[in-house]
């Protein structure tokens, strides 16, 4: 079975730009959750998705949104770029959308804001 | 939002002696836990999880330990390998869903 696919794997982007990072979850698995890593923070729950519907929201701005398809990939999105999103963002995926699930990670958006 | 702390960032062990990466979380009522590991380049991979309902699990060469007490969890790994060499960190769940806190981390080289 596949495992969490992200792409692309990397992104440069300048200030002021927007993006957007794609995510498949393993087959079968219908919650995706994105999360942010940097060195300072370390990783960071931005949102999580079940049934094309956000479930939980981190504490990040709204520049930071997300969606999921009826074939559970999911997209996220943001926009007016700052050098400080420059991080690796990760998309997890778990078979259902309650607590005490196991998230199994991609392998990562690394973006670059310059 | 809580926070998962871990005591040390770096732990250097000698290839075959056993390793032990310690984790504290402050809420009480978190219920879940898993140990995720985390190698350069690549996503966390997931080693073991553990409910709130047990003390110990056992994986192969992983044992993790949960103290309700102290609020403290470890994860022990047997038999240290070279490909042991991550990241190492914590999460914790309580009741929100699919959103865990991490730990800051903690590096494990293992020096042949």
């Known amino acids: 079975k596949a495992g969490v696919t992200q792409t692309p794997r990397y992104l440069i982007k300048t200030r002021g730009q927007q993006v957007t990072l794609s995510c498949s979850p393993i087959?079968?698995?219908?919650?995706v959750s994105w999360y942010q890593q940097t060195p300072g923070q370390g990783l960071q729950f931005l949102f999580e998705?079940?049934?094309?519907?956000?479930?939980n929201k981190g504490n990040f701005p709204g520049r930071f949104s997300g969606r999921q398809f009826s074939n559970s990939r999911s997209e996220m999105n943001v926009s007016t770029l700052e050098l400080g999103d420059s991080a690796l963002y990760l998309c997890?995926?778990?078979?259902?959308?309650?607590?005490?699930?196991?998230?199994?990670f991609g392998s990562g958006t690394q973006l670059s804001v310059l | 939002g809580e926070s998962v702390g871990l005591h040390l960032p770096t732990l250097s062990v000698q290839e075959g002696d056993n390793s032990i990466i310690n984790c504290a979380y402050s809420?009480?009522?978190?219920?879940?836990f898993i140990w995720y590991k985390q190698e350069s380049g690549k996503g966390p991979q997931f080693i073991i999880d553990?409910?709130?309902?047990?003390d110990k699990r056992q994986g192969q060469r992983v044992t993790v330990l949960l103290n309700k007490t102290v609020k403290h969890l470890s994860l022990q790994i047997a038999a240290t390998q070279p490909g042991d060499s991550a990241v190492y960190f914590c999460?914790?769940?309580?009741?929100?869903?699919?959103?865990?806190?991490f730990g800051t981390g903690t590096s494990l080289t293992v020096i042949p």
């Open positions: 809420n009480s009522a978190s219920d879940y």
């Open positions: 087959s079968g698995h219908r919650s």
């Open positions: 553990i409910r709130s309902n047990m």
């Open positions: 999460a914790e769940n309580i009741f929100t869903g699919n959103q865990f806190y």
């Open positions: 997890a995926s778990s078979p259902r959308a309650g607590f005490n699930e196991k998230l199994f």
């Open positions: 998705y079940f049934s094309e519907t956000q479930r």
